[in-house]
Each structure stands twice: as structure tokens, then as C-alpha cells.
């Protein structure tokens, strides 16, 4: 029996649109993926290699728990599916997001010894759900493996809860939710602190010669 997904599809491609308007997908980069079914668990993800800010009937795969195609297609999956694979068998998210940005790679770069940045006293880490006065945000910054299954199991350590954020060391950003408007809203707080952050310590240095 062929599988129904047209909604999951249809949400899947509205958020590629609006993440395509905000030219999150530079010379194709960027990959897409939103769960259609808990058990077995299967999701639609973006096809591999495509302009992603084009809207066509073959933008997505229906792909199982190992990332593998469910159905026959000449499509391939998306080259990092094994990152969407951790998040949907690790956690209970119903939607992974990717981009690759000017300002989430900087921020990865400037942060790459600490391993990780922290974002506290910002209005913005709301979004995770973070009210409290003395509340903080950290996200991981990882290595930028070549090799996809060994960068997919250090991603991986890092997905333990049903939203979450990893920073890849001068690539970019994967960053899941409960459902897709959970995702993007995540991703675009992410956009704005990495922005924030790049803008202040330009800044400030800018002040020290003055
Ligand atoms: C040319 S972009 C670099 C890619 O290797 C990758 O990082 C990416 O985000 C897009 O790959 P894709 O296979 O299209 O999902
Ligand atoms: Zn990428």
C-alpha cells in the first residue's frame, strides 16, 4: 500500500519556501526532514544535491529508519539523512531543519575551542522554552567530519532531548522540534543570537580602537 504523506509533504515544502526566501540555501546546501510515522518510523527528507529554493514534485523521499528509500525512486536521499536518522530514533521531534548561514558558520568558528556557545540574559532564548532570570542557552559545536556516519554518531551524543541545536564547526546548523513551526522557530532564535553575538563583538572591538 502506498503511503499517504501529503500533508507531512505539503508542511515540509511551505517551510522549505519561507527558509528559501531568507536564502538559508546557498549553492544547494541545506537539508529538510519531517516524520510521517512513529513504527515503523519512516520521514520525508530532501532530495540530495537540489536547488532547494525551487518548489517541484521531487524535493522529497520517503525514507525508513536507517534513511534508506521506502519506495522506488531514482531521488537520493539528502547526503546527511543519517543526522536526521539520530534525531527521529533518539528523541520524540517531529522535524529537523539544516542551513548553512554566513552567521552560524562564524559563530561556529569563533566558538570552535570552547566547543560550545552560551547565550544568556537574551530576551530570545525564550523560544527554548528558557523564562527564568538566571536561564541560559548552550549549543554544542561539533568537528566537521568528512566521513557522514562518524559525524552523524557525534551529532548523535548530543540529540537527548525533543528540541535541541548542534552547531557543525564551518558548515552549519541542524536543529529539531516537536513539529516543523517548533523547528523553525528554533532555527530563526539560533539566526538572530549567532547575528546578535557576531554584531556585538564587532563592536566592541571597533570601540577598543577608538
Ligand atoms: C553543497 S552543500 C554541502 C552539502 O554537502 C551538505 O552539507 C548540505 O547541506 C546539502 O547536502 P544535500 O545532500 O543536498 O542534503
Ligand atoms: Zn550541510
Redesign the pocket.
Known amino acids: 500500500m502506498k503511503m499517504n504523506y501529503e500533508n507531512q509533504w505539503n508542511e515540509l515544502a511551505d517551510i522549505k519556501d519561507e527558509l528559501a526566501q531568507r536564502d538559508w540555501f546557498m549553492?544547494?546546501?541545506?537539508?529538510l526532514a519531517i516524520k510521517v510515522e512513529n513504527s515503523p518510523l519512516s520521514f520525508l527528507?530532501?532530495?540530495?544535491?537540489?536547488d532547494?529554493r525551487k518548489r517541484t514534485s521531487e524535493d522529497f523521499l520517503l525514507v525508513e529508519q536507517n534513511g534508506l528509500p521506502v519506495e522506488e525512486t531514482t531521488l537520493?536521499?539528502?547526503?546527511?539523512?543519517l543526522l536526521h536518522c539520530k534525531v527521529f530514533q533518539q528523541s520524540k521531534a517531529g522535524c529537523c531543519l539544516?542551513?548553512?548561514t554566513v552567521a552560524n558558520n562564524v559563530i561556529s568558528e569563533l566558538f570552535s575551542e570552547e566547543r560550545e556557545v552560551t547565550f544568556k540574559e537574551q530576551e530570545l532564548i525564550k523560544a527554548w522554552g528558557k523564562w527564568g532570570q538566571e536561564d541560559s542557552l548552550t549549543i554544542p559545536i561539533i568537528y566537521n567530519y568528512a566521513h557522514i556516519p562518524r559525524l552523524a554518531e557525534e551529532f548523535g551524543l548530543h540529540v537527548n532531548e525533543d528540541h535541541g541545536a548542534v552547531l557543525i564547526r564551518n558548515?552549519?546548523i541542524t536543529v529539531w522540534g516537536k513539529n516543523g513551526f517548533e523547528a523553525k522557530k528554533l532555527l530563526e532564535a539560533c539566526e538572530f543570537l549567532f547575528q546578535y553575538k557576531i554584531t556585538l563583538l564587532q563592536t566592541k572591538r571597533m570601540e577598543l580602537f577608538n
Request: hydrophobic share 15%; no cysteine.
Open positions: 549553492g544547494t546546501s541545506g537539508n527528507v530532501t532530495a540530495s544535491g537540489k532547494k537520493k536521499p539528502s547526503a546527511e539523512t539544516h542551513v548553512h558548515h552549519g
